[in-house]
C-alpha cells in the first residue's frame, strides 16, 4: 500500500484505463452508488426548505472562511480554557510528528482511530508505524481497507469497491494478523460479517489506552468538537481510552452553537439518507470522571490557508465531506475511487487535491481534466459548491504552469488564423469536401488522445458556403 497521496500513481487518464475494464469494479460501484444517491434524493425531497438549508450552509461556510483567524483563535482559547491542549501543524510532516510524540508520552505503542479524512490525508497509520506504533481503524469500512492492505476509494463508504463474497476473503485470510480471527465458517451474510467485526474490535476498544479523531466540526464559540456516524464505533474511541487525540483540518471550524442546526440537517440527509445519524459524539476539553482525562487537538493546514487564499478555489473549503457528489458522478462510476490517487476521489477530489498538493505532479495535473464538466455535483452539494467551475479554473492554472499541449496548442493557433481569413476558410473547407474519402474515422499521432474514444464526423460532400451561395444568393 502506497503513502497517503499516492503520488507514485500514474496519471488519472492511466489509471482509469485501467480500472474501467475491471467488470466486477463498475458493477460493485453501479449498485452502491445508484442505490445512495436514490435514498439520498428521497430524504431531501421530504424538506420543503432544501434550498433554504442549503443557502444557509454556503454563506455560514463563506462568512467563517473570511473570517477564519479570528475563529481559530478563539476555538483555541475555548479549548484550551475546558483542560484541552492546541497544536498547530503547518503540513502533514509536522502533524504526524506531534501524534506521534504525544503517543510516546503516554509510553503506549497502540492506538485506536475514529474514521478520519484528515489523518488519511496525512498518512498518519504509515508514519505512526515507522516509529513503532500501531493503528487499528474501528469504522466497519476502513477495517476492510486495513485488513486487505488496500486504499480506500470513496469517502463515505470507502470499502464500495468490495462485495460481501470479496469482504467475507479478507476477514477469513486476515483478522488473526490483526488480533481476534474470523469465527470458523464465516459466511457473507451481513449480519454474520458484521459480528465478526464487532467481536475483533471490542478487545481494542477495551484494552487501547490512547485514540486518534478527526471531527466533522468545531465550534468556536465553546470549543466543542463534533463526530458524527452510523456505527457506534467512534463513540468508544471518544470515551473509552485515557487520552484522546484529534487531528482536524481549519477549515473545520463553525462560528457558533447555533449553526449545527443547519449542518446536522444538510450532512446526513447528504451522505447516508437519513433524517438523522445514528451517532452524534460532542465534547469540550475534559471532564473529571467522564471520558479521556487528556485531550490534544491538532489544528491541520497542510495547504489550506494557499488554498483560502484563491477567490475561486476556496470554496472547495465548505465541503462537508458527505460524498454525494461522488454518488452523481458519471467518471467516479467507471473509473473508482483508486483512479484519482488521493484520499479525496471523485468530483472534490478533483478541485481539493490539486489545491492542496499543488499541480505540479503528473497526476494532481489530471484531476481537473477527470470531469465530463455535467454539473450534476453541483446540483446535489448540499454546501453549493460550484465544482465545475473550480474544475474550469484549475484547468487554467495547469496551461498556465505546464504550457499546455504543444499540438493543441499549435491546432488552436492555426485555426484562430484560418478564421481570421474568409478566402483561407472557404479554400480548407472546399478541399476537406474535396477529399473526404481519404480521411480516417481516427487519425493516429498527436490527435489519438481525443480519437481514440471518439470517431469523426463525416465531411460534407459539399461545404455549408457553396451550398448557401448556390441556393440563397
Given at each position: 500500500m502506497s503513502g497517503a497521496t499516492y503520488l507514485g500513481m500514474p496519471s488519472f487518464p492511466e489509471a482509469a484505463k485501467q480500472s474501467t475494464r475491471d467488470e466486477r469494479l463498475r458493477r460493485n460501484l453501479r449498485h452502491a452508488t445508484h442505490t445512495i444517491r436514490d435514498k439520498r434524493a428521497a430524504a431531501v425531497n421530504e424538506l420543503a426548505d432544501w434550498p433554504q438549508l442549503r443557502e444557509a450552509g454556503k454563506r455560514i461556510?463563506?462568512?467563517?472562511?473570511?473570517?477564519?483567524?479570528?475563529?481559530?483563535?478563539?476555538?483555541?482559547?475555548?479549548?484550551?480554557?475546558?483542560?484541552?491542549?492546541?497544536?498547530?501543524?503547518?503540513?502533514?510532516?509536522?502533524?504526524?510528528?506531534?501524534?506521534?510524540?504525544?503517543?510516546?508520552?503516554?509510553?503506549?505503542?497502540?492506538?485506536?482511530?475514529?474514521?478520519?479524512?484528515?489523518?488519511?490525508?496525512?498518512?498518519?497509520?504509515?508514519?505512526?508505524?515507522?516509529?513503532?506504533?500501531?493503528?487499528?481503524?474501528?469504522?466497519?469500512?476502513?477495517?476492510?481497507?486495513?485488513?486487505a492492505d488496500d486504499r480506500p476509494s470513496h469517502i463515505l463508504v470507502p470499502a464500495i469497491h468490495r462485495n460481501r463474497g470479496e469482504i467475507r476473503d479478507i476477514f477469513t485470510e486476515n483478522m488473526a494478523a490483526w488480533g481476534r480471527p474470523a469465527p470458523e465458517g464465516l459466511s457473507d451474510r451481513p449480519a454474520e460479517l458484521a459480528e465478526a467485526a464487532r467481536?475483533?474490535?471490542?478487545?481494542?476498544?477495551?484494552?487501547?489506552?490512547?485514540?486518534?479523531?478527526?471531527?466533522?466540526?468545531?465550534?468556536?464559540?465553546?470549543g466543542t468538537l463534533v463526530v458524527v456516524e452510523s456505527e457506534g464505533n467512534g463513540r468508544m474511541c471518544l470515551t473509552l481510552p485515557e487520552t484522546l487525540i484529534s487531528v482536524v483540518g481549519i477549515e473545520k471550524v463553525l462560528p457558533r452553537w447555533q449553526d449545527l442546526e443547519v449542518f446536522l440537517q444538510l450532512l446526513p440527509r447528504s451522505s447516508t439518507a437519513e433524517r438523522m445519524n445514528p451517532y452524534t459524539s460532542m465534547w469540550t476539553g475534559t471532564t473529571d470522571g467522564d471520558g479521556p482525562r487528556d485531550f490534544h487537538l491538532v489544528l491541520l493546514d497542510n495547504g489550506r490557508t494557499d488554498t483560502l487564499a484563491d477567490e475561486v478555489g476556496r470554496q472547495a473549503l465548505r465541503c462537508i465531506r458527505c460524498s454525494a457528489c461522488l454518488n452523481v458522478c458519471p467518471v467516479y462510476e467507471r473509473a473508482g475511487g483508486h483512479a484519482y490517487g488521493s484520499v479525496y476521489p471523485g468530483p472534490i477530489g478533483a478541485i481539493l487535491s490539486p489545491q492542496l498538493r499543488g499541480v505540479t505532479s503528473d497526476i494532481d495535473a489530471s484531476l481537473p481534466f477527470a470531469s465530463s464538466l455535467c454539473g450534476a455535483c453541483y446540483e446535489v452539494c448540499p454546501v453549493a459548491i460550484d465544482i465545475p467551475e473550480?474544475?474550469?479554473?484549475?484547468?487554467?492554472?495547469?496551461?498556465?504552469?505546464?504550457?499546455?499541449?504543444?499540438?493543441?496548442?499549435?491546432?488552436?493557433?492555426?485555426?484562430?488564423?484560418l478564421l481570421d481569413h474568409p478566402a483561407a476558410m472557404t479554400a480548407a473547407l472546399r478541399l476537406a469536401s474535396g477529399t473526404r474519402k481519404a480521411h480516417p474515422r481516427r487519425p493516429g499521432g498527436p490527435a489519438r488522445a481525443w480519437t481514440d474514444t471518439r470517431d469523426l464526423p463525416p465531411v460534407p460532400a459539399e461545404p455549408f458556403r457553396t451550398w448557401w451561395k448556390r441556393n440563397r444568393a
Open positions: 461556510k463563506d462568512h467563517t472562511l473570511y473570517h477564519l483567524d479570528t475563529y481559530l483563535l478563539q476555538l483555541e482559547e475555548k479549548v484550551t480554557a475546558a483542560g484541552g491542549t492546541v497544536h498547530w501543524a503547518a503540513d502533514a510532516e509536522e502533524a504526524n510528528r506531534i501524534v506521534a510524540d504525544l503517543v510516546e508520552a503516554t509510553g503506549e505503542s497502540e492506538v485506536v482511530k475514529v474514521k478520519s479524512m484528515a489523518t488519511q490525508e496525512i498518512g498518519l497509520n504509515e508514519a505512526l508505524s515507522a516509529r513503532g506504533i500501531r493503528a487499528y481503524e474501528t469504522d466497519l469500512a476502513e477495517l476492510i481497507v486495513q485488513l467481536l475483533h474490535l471490542r478487545e481494542k476498544f477495551l484494552r487501547a489506552k490512547v485514540a486518534v479523531s478527526g471531527a466533522n466540526f468545531m465550534i468556536a464559540e465553546t473550480v474544475l474550469v479554473h484549475l484547468r487554467e492554472r495547469v496551461v498556465e504552469q505546464t504550457g499546455g499541449h504543444t499540438a493543441e496548442r499549435a491546432t488552436v493557433k492555426a485555426a484562430t488564423w
